[in-house]
């Protein structure tokens, strides 16, 4: 299986290293392919001195996770990859684990994307954020199966982030990439509602480990109303998934952005008294409203098949 793996990068050059050499020393060969948002730090430099063997595209702005893995991904789709192997910027693989998911996949026709066990901070432990939003959700039973040492060989899910995702080209051709109206946040959560709108179906490999270190570049201190923002953006994402579920109607749609944006924020306010998240609640369900022509547009795009967004059409 011809795999390309896809990073995308912005002030990395703490983390790119250790997650290209990972990929260079995995018992399965890969090409790897480096999406630059405009980073400011050595990233860039560091990639073409240290991995000249690596394919480098530099956006020349920060174009978001979704937006820049979508260039990376149509990239090794042209250059004819049979799968594509996404990888967070702070993560790497064992030398086993890219081809334990190849085997995966070669050998369950039934499944389009699978993911690897997401540790932190080392592989010891389960990544703490991905068992509490993802595996106990989606995966319980791989959370009692390791509790009774019984672990199966691999379990259906439904939802698991996109730090370290194995994906076949032809998934990618019928359901498409990231859609842009994410900015960062979500349209990882977006992607896998829409593999399985498309009968796509998504699997846990338990025996497949990466670390995902979580970690990001030094940021200046936010003022209060920054702050507010930075929290409207992710709440927006949230919104954005439920707005987007395929086969969603225009009243449905406004009840459950009433419920989620305005009514539930309101009882949250009164109950904890956190001014902040009440007000990033209401920024982001009034971003919503001004979006929600483009939004129902993308939704139903995106119920139909076809490769969507991977040549950048924002439409």
């Not at 954020?129 to 039973?141: D, E, I, S």
């Not at 439904?158 to 946040?185: K, T, V």
Request: hydrophobic content about 45%; glycine content about 6%; proline content about 5%.
């Amino acid at each position: 299986m011809n795999v390309h793996a896809v990073i995308v990068t912005y002030n990395g050059a703490a983390w790119i290293g250790a997650a290209l050499k990972s990929l260079a020393d995995s018992t399965h060969p890969c090409t790897a392919i480096v999406v630059d948002n405009a980073s400011t730090d050595d990233t860039v430099a560091l990639v073409q001195r240290d991995f000249p063997q690596v394919r480098l595209i530099q956006t020349g702005a920060n174009l978001g996770f979704g937006r820049a893995n979508n260039l990376g991904m149509a990239a090794a789709l042209r250059a004819g990859a049979d799968a594509v192997f996404l990888l967070n910027q702070d993560a790497w693989v064992t030398p086993e684990a890219l081809g334990q998911l190849v085997h995966f996949l070669a050998n369950e026709p039934g499944f389009h994307l699978v993911s690897p066990l997401h540790c932190s901070p080392d592989l010891t432990r389960v990544d703490p954020n991905t068992q509490r939003a993802y595996l106990a959700r989606h995966a319980p039973g791989y959370l009692s199966d390791a509790c009774l040492d019984r672990v199966q060989p691999h379990y259906p899910i439904r939802g698991i982030n996109a730090a370290a995702w194995l994906l076949r080209a032809e998934a990618l051709q019928r359901a498409g990439g990231f859609d842009p109206l994410f900015f960062m946040y979500g349209e990882d959560d977006d992607l896998i509602e829409r593999f399985a709108h498309h009968g796509l179906r998504s699997a846990l490999l338990p025996a497949a480990r990466i670390v995902h270190l979580r970690a990001r570049a030094a940021q200046p201190p936010q003022s209060w109303g920054q702050q507010v923002f930075a929290r409207s953006e992710r709440r927006r994402s949230e919104l954005l998934v439920e707005l987007k579920r395929p086969g969603g109607r225009l009243a449905g749609q406004c009840l459950r952005l009433l419920a989620a944006g305005l009514v539930q924020p309101l009882a949250d306010l009164l109950a904890n008294h956190n001014l902040k998240d009440y007000l990033a609640s209401l920024l982001a369900t009034l971003r919503v409203l001004g979006e929600l022509a483009r939004i129902r547009r993308h939704a139903r795009l995106c119920a139909r098949p076809g490769a969507h967004f991977l040549d950048l059409d924002t439409r």
